[in-house]
């Protein structure tokens, strides 16, 4: 069977939180002034109380509000396809599986939680929200998810990302965001960093520090994030609790399971609600990250702000450092400093094994599936299908039979430009 589908009814009720599950207490983030464990109250400035409870919950299992799984009926439950043809292409004895979560609307797995951030804002009478982008998926996700539930939005897009991908602002605008390149002169923070260095291309820490202080110093605006916190990875688990109903429904079991990692979301959506059963069952589960951006294959595990100018709280994280500026490599979404604390405790653990892989492998990775299944991957999950292809190639060199389950995070037909230079030459492996 080619397309394994769910009817809608079939739909997960609850996600799935990792926290009570994980191999130790997760360390707690520290306030950046006093240096203390945070607590809810610090949160409430820039969050609405509904996700700093989740936040903080060692409840394994949290209700999806019907209103959100209304809106996620426009898209979910998403396919789990087998690549046949790529199977084929690589004569492999694998079985290669992947979650499409290039059909939602704006095209990747980040409305799972823009849906579920921008309910919870509006329903405690929040107005406007603000955030960062890297490549873009995440900004035109919660434009999208605000345009549903009537909030403003204003997005801080990583300086080379807008002049690389200018149809992801298109999209942004179209659903009625504000989208501003970053470093920007909209706030101190901007134009500090501008003053030093006027060619800043940017970085996903400077983008968040300039939409913390945009949401601090506004009423009725909060903050919103596309990555690394608990209750945004939460939120994707519906991701993974599909595919273990799809993959039952066939009689299949992953023995590898693969996804790209920038803060960490489309992977621990995927397979945080498999980590029960690898612990259990051997399963190798792989995080894809860029040579270029190389957080947890060669960053420290410390104490760390998830943002350039030290406004967020610290994090117990693999990090290359908060002022780090990564190349301009085509992922944007994977060019961050750090990672999510839960990812990392687990990395550290041996439970997950980090990977980071060269850019042009990647595109080289990204073309073949394009040519054997016929949908062009973005940048960023050309990092997963790398370590994919090399799996099967390893399993076909070993003569094993082994089922490979990877997250599809989006598609790549707003990407073009990458491929243009991938294709003609242009392309630097960084």
């Given at each position: 069977m080619r397309k394994i589908l769910l009817d809608e009814n079939e739909m997960p009720k609850y996600w799935y939180n990792i926290l009570p599950d994980l191999p130790e207490p997760l360390p707690p983030p520290l306030h950046p002034v006093t240096?203390?464990?945070?607590?809810?109250?610090?949160?409430?400035?820039?969050?609405?109380?509904?996700?700093?409870?989740?936040?903080?919950?060692?409840?394994?299992?949290?209700?999806?509000?019907?209103?959100?799984?209304?809106?996620?009926?426009?898209w979910r439950p998403t396919p789990l396809i087998?690549?046949?043809?790529?199977?084929?292409?690589?004569?492999t004895p694998a079985r290669i599986y992947f979650k499409y979560e290039g059909a939602s609307p704006p095209g990747s797995h980040k409305p799972n939680t823009a849906v579920a951030q921008a309910y919870y804002n509006a329903k405690e009478g929040i107005e406007r929200l603000t955030t960062e982008t890297g490549a873009g998926q995440w900004g035109s996700a919660l434009c999208f998810a605000t345009k549903l539930f009537d909030l403003k939005c204003t997005v801080y897009m990583v300086k080379v990302s807008y002049y690389q991908k200018p149809y992801r602002r298109v999209l942004m605008e179209t659903w009625g965001g504000e989208v501003i390149p970053s470093p920007s002169d909209r706030t101190e923070v901007g134009r500090k960093i501008l003053e030093k260095d006027p060619d800043n291309p940017?970085?996903?820490?400077?983008?968040?520090?300039?939409?913390?202080?945009?949401?601090?110093?506004?009423?009725?605006?909060?903050?919103?994030?596309?990555?690394?916190?608990?209750?945004?990875l939460l939120h994707q688990t519906i991701i993974g609790l599909e595919a273990k109903k799809q993959l039952e429904s066939i009689g299949e079991k992953p023995d590898v399971i693969v996804g790209?990692?920038?803060?960490?979301?489309?992977?621990?959506?995927?397979?945080?609600?498999?980590?029960k059963d690898a612990q259990k069952d051997g399963i190798k589960i792989i995080a894809v990250e860029p040579k270029a951006c190389p957080t947890l294959t060669e960053g420290a595990y410390k104490y760390d702000y998830g943002d350039t100018a030290g406004l967020t709280p610290l994090l117990k994280?693999?990090?290359?450092?908060?002022?780090?500026?990564?190349?301009?490599?085509?992922?944007?979404?994977?060019?961050?400093?750090?990672?999510?604390?839960?990812?990392?405790?687990?990395v550290k653990h041996g439970i997950i094994e980090p990977r980071a892989v060269r850019q042009i492998p990647t595109f080289e990775a990204g073309v073949m599936f394009a040519r054997t299944e016929g949908i062009v991957p973005a940048p960023e999950t050309n990092h997963a299908i790398r370590v994919v292809i090399d799996e099967a190639i390893k399993a076909r060199e070993e003569g094993e039979e082994k089922v490979i389950l990877f997250n599809f995070s989006g598609h790549g037909l707003l990407d073009l430009k990458a491929y243009d230079d991938f294709l003609y030459g242009r392309l630097q492996d960084t």
């Open positions: 240096k203390e464990p945070v607590k809810p109250e610090d949160l409430e400035p820039i969050f609405p109380k509904a996700l700093i409870k989740q936040e903080m919950s060692n409840e394994r299992w949290i209700k999806i509000p019907e209103e959100v799984r209304d809106v996620y009926a426009l087998r690549a046949v043809r790529l199977e084929k292409a690589l004569k940017g970085s996903l820490g400077i983008a968040i520090s300039e939409a913390i202080e945009d949401a601090v110093k506004h009423e009725n605006t909060n903050y919103s994030l596309g990555s690394v916190l608990n209750h945004v790209c990692v920038g803060g960490g979301s489309n992977f621990a959506g995927l397979c945080y609600p498999f980590i994280m693999f990090t290359l450092g908060h002022d780090f500026i990564p190349p301009p490599i085509h992922a944007g979404g994977l060019r961050y400093h750090g990672d999510a604390p839960t990812l990392c405790l687990l």
